[in-house]
């Protein structure tokens, strides 16, 4: 009689304590997916824009994929900050920078230079994001004319510049440096001329041009102006530094892009795109570039 009381004793002693397993590894279960939950809701979703029409800094490759050294760079960005989740959408150059402004991408990448009137607009963050070639467009006569000084003290004429154009405020950044050797610049309207048509057509003694459309245009078998390329020259007076551009509500989003792009940088991961976006570590010339 004892051993059968004995032995429903142990009986509901060991139900109870399945019991309470089974509620703990419940209970522990249903934590671990809160938390699972918990860090999913927590990953922010946010739009990337880019200029798909920016061949080699951004642009949509004949697959449908964005790409780009500027889009590449923002893809290795991403990788780096598991808290975002990068959607990358294909527009215009202005509607980029009317999205950016009013909220529609929280950030946008184009090859952007910077300028006053920009960061009025827009969040430069703290690490720029890559390297651009400028320079001028030249007959193939005057190629002796090397820099922005050159130019002026030949008194050439340049092709007009939109005067929201980042371009003009390189030109506009010399002449205010150099009152004595000024470069005869003037503002055209909000589109920019065609540079290379109006040097060969002799409107102008020269353009201000970026080096990677000097080479998509002119250097590229299928470039509208091949037929020019032994008739006119790019000569490089200047790498600046390019930037995305973040919404004026995304500080923190800017933060975190800086931490990541610094990182990349050390790894020298920006200098290996520029390679291979531009077929030149641009990188590599940075301690002389000004801004």
Aim: charge should be negative; aromatic fraction near 10%.
């Amino acid at each position: 009689m004892r051993n059968k009381k004995f032995l429903q004793v142990v009986a509901t002693s060991l139900a109870v304590v399945t019991l309470l397993a089974g509620c703990g590894s419940s209970t522990s279960s249903g934590t671990e997916s809160n938390a699972t939950a918990g860090n999913d809701s927590k990953v922010k979703k946010v739009k990337v824009a880019y200029d798909q029409a920016s061949k080699p800094m951004t642009w949509l490759d004949e697959k449908g994929n964005a790409t780009g050294y500027d889009v590449e760079v923002m893809k290795l960005v991403d990788e780096l900050l598991p808290e975002y989740e990068f959607e990358y959408v294909g527009t215009s150059s202005d509607d980029l920078l009317v999205g950016v402004e009013q909220g529609k991408y929280q950030v946008g990448v184009k090859n952007a230079f910077w300028t006053k009137e920009r960061t009025e607009k827009f969040i430069y963050p703290k690490e720029f994001i890559g390297l651009s070639s400028a320079g001028l467009v030249l007959k193939k006569e005057n190629e002796k004319i090397k820099t922005l000084s050159d130019f002026a003290t030949a008194g050439f004429s340049l092709a007009p510049i939109a005067a929201n154009n980042a371009q003009y405020t390189i030109v506009d950044e010399y002449n205010k440096a150099n009152p004595d050797n000024k470069v005869k610049l003037k503002a055209g309207d909000a589109f920019t001329v065609d540079v290379v048509q109006w040097v060969n057509e002799a409107r102008v003694d020269g353009g201000v041009i970026i080096g990677s459309a000097f080479d998509k245009q002119v250097k590229a078998e299928d470039g509208p102006y091949h037929n020019l390329v032994n008739d006119v020259v790019y000569n490089e007076f200047a790498v600046i530094k390019t930037w995305p551009l973040f919404n004026k509500k995304e500080q923190e989003f800017a933060d975190a892009y800086d931490e990541a792009v610094k990182k990349l940088k050390e790894e020298k991961k920006t200098n290996e795109l520029s390679t291979e976006f531009y077929g030149r570590d641009l990188f590599e010339v940075l301690d002389t570039v000004e801004r």
